[in-house]
């Protein structure tokens, strides 16, 4: 049977890596994003490598949008396997919450917390039973807080609280909800935050492997998690960081 596997976000970074990664197992991938060339460049990709890919332009700061993008996955390819919550944004500042704007404070909180929710929410009468699962994205600072990423960290914890309350609400019927925490990921995203510096001597200072993530490494956790080998693990959120957290976790001691 073919799966079908719907992801926010997923016209760049680590979402896109991972529609391609779905592609070549044969998926059926809807996708959104808010440009529309590049959902465009990402479905000719989704199709090229033997899956059959679906855009539409999505904001998820609009519940409205959110949900025209789940009925219209749902009426192109039915049922829903896997929902990947991935659409997120980091604020344009880096500063302490004391002087971020009230707007740069809403613009994250309805992206990434309240989007995530919302896109669970309108999907989830269209999921598998049983089979189905929803895989949300956490960060490693949804874990420790990132010193002047305050609202950035909440929003990561909070997606974290809500896989584990989905899956207790859901399991009954038979889905699975699970989320991963990047670490430090080479990304668009991340190259904006860190301004073009060389980042090797922090990599190799504070994360065990030594170096950063590839977007590909994250996607290959989100194609396990939906898998049947995958069956019986709900509830988790699996750190994919290199063993930063374990060291962040160690030196604290």
């Known amino acids: 049977m073919t799966k079908t596997?719907?992801?926010?976000?997923?016209?760049?970074?680590?979402?896109?890596?991972?529609?391609?990664?779905?592609?070549?197992?044969g998926a059926n991938v809807a996708i959104s994003g808010r440009r529309a060339d590049r959902g465009a460049d990402a479905v000719a990709e989704i199709d090229r490598l033997?899956?059959?890919?679906?855009?539409?332009?999505?904001?998820?700061?609009?519940?409205?949008?959110?949900?025209?993008?789940?009925?219209?996955?749902?009426e192109r390819f039915g049922l829903v396997d896997t929902l990947i919550t991935n659409a997120g944004i980091e604020?344009?500042?880096v500063l302490p919450l004391a002087e971020l704007s009230v707007e740069d404070v809403d613009a994250v909180l309805s992206t990434n917390l309240r989007g995530t929710l919302l896109t669970?929410?309108?999907a989830i009468p269209h999921l598998r039973r049983p089979g189905g699962s929803i895989i949300t994205v956490s960060s490693l600072w949804g874990r420790q807080g990132g010193a002047l990423l305050p609202v950035y960290s909440a929003t990561k914890g909070g997606s974290e609280s809500l896989s584990r309350a989905?899956?207790?609400?859901?399991?009954?019927?038979?889905?699975?909800?699970?989320?991963i925490a990047p670490g430090f990921i080479k990304t668009e995203m991340s190259d904006r935050f860190t301004q073009g510096r060389d980042m090797r001597p922090f990599y190799e200072a504070n994360v065990p492997l030594g170096r950063i993530g590839t977007a590909q490494e994250i996607a290959?956790?989100?194609?396990?998690?939906a898998s049947d080998q995958a069956s019986y693990?709900?509830?988790?959120t699996i750190t994919?960081?290199?063993g930063h957290n374990i060291k962040m976790s160690v030196a604290s001691l």
Do not use: C
């Open 5 to 25: 596997i719907v992801i926010t976000g997923a016209t760049s970074g680590i979402g896109y890596a991972t529609a391609l990664a779905f592609a070549r197992t």
């Open 50 to 74: 033997g899956g059959t890919g679906w855009f539409q332009t999505t904001d998820v700061q609009d519940a409205s949008q959110i949900d025209a993008f789940i009925a219209g996955a749902v």
């Open 91 to 93: 604020p344009p500042h």
């Open 120 to 122: 669970a929410k309108y």
């Open 166 to 179: 989905l899956a207790v609400e859901l399991g009954g019927d038979g889905i699975r909800v699970n989320g």
């Open 220 to 225: 290959d956790a989100m194609v396990w998690l």
């Open 233 to 236: 693990v709900t509830g988790q």
């Open 240 to 242: 994919v960081d290199g």
